[in-house]
């Protein structure tokens, strides 16, 4: 499943710009990472590894998801786009990371190590309010995810998941993951999640091309959270 990681070491760089503005973050920061290319299926880490650094996506779509205790059934916890910042939890913490993280595409990921990222919390009080930001949002995501798994139904779940895919990421690009990634996304059957599909396309609430999704009417699927 895994390949060789083509590797590309940049010291005391300045991060692209608008890779901390999708995150809110409105300053540079001097940092120290390695930029890894990496290809669809690759591991970046996997579960119960040690947190040795986070990843920040530069291009392409990371799934962070937790096995089964046999191995034989993947729950998926989020998809990562450029941007997005994968294991920081973990590594800021210490320990161990709590899941596996994986490649969808052909992706792009600048990689901190632990000790950078100790260096900066020690020393930069923004990077630490940025990381506090990401800390804290994850947890919201978990909980929020958690309210919603046990109390919607599968419209309503799935009508959150589109419109939250929306905003992460061009409508107009193809989905970097399958049906059975996003029923186990939203907690439901892929049967299910292909029948819920089919009722919005009917309805002409969202258009559907092989692995592409594009939503025709927003108001209908946000009423369904009401």
């Known amino acids: 499943m895994t390949s060789a990681v083509k590797i590309e070491t940049e010291t005391n760089r300045v991060l692209p710009r608008e890779i901390f503005l999708k995150e809110n973050l409105l300053h540079h920061h001097e940092l120290n990472f390695t930029r890894r290319k990496i290809s669809k299926g690759e591991i970046l880490f996997s579960q119960g ?70 260096r900066l919390l020690n020393s930069d009080s923004q990077f630490q309010n940025s990381v506090f930001r990401q800390v804290t949002i994850e947890a919201v995501e978990s909980e929020n995810k958690i309210y919603s798994l046990g109390t919607r139904q599968v419209h ?33 059957t892929t049967e299910t999640l292909v029948r819920a599909l089919a009722d919005f396309k009917s309805r002409g609430w969202v258009e559907i091309d092989k692995r592409k999704i594009v939503i025709k009417n927003e108001e209908a699927l946000l009423r369904l959270l009401d």
């Open 49 to 118: 590894e040690q947190a040795n650094g986070f990843y920040i996506v530069e291009t392409g779509s990371i799934r962070s998801y937790r096995t089964s205790g046999s191995g034989e059934k993947q729950h998926t916890f989020k998809i990562y786009h450029p941007g997005n910042w994968v294991g920081i939890r973990d590594a800021a913490i210490g320990g161990n990371y709590l899941h596996h993280a994986v490649a969808l595409v052909e992706s792009t990921v600048l990689f901190v190590e632990e000790e950078e990222l100790r």
């Open 156 to 188: 309503a779940k799935l009508s959150e998941f589109l419109l939250q895919l929306s905003e992460s990421q061009d409508s107009e690009e193809d989905l970097p993951f399958t049906r059975e990634i996003m029923a186990s996304m939203i907690g439901v």
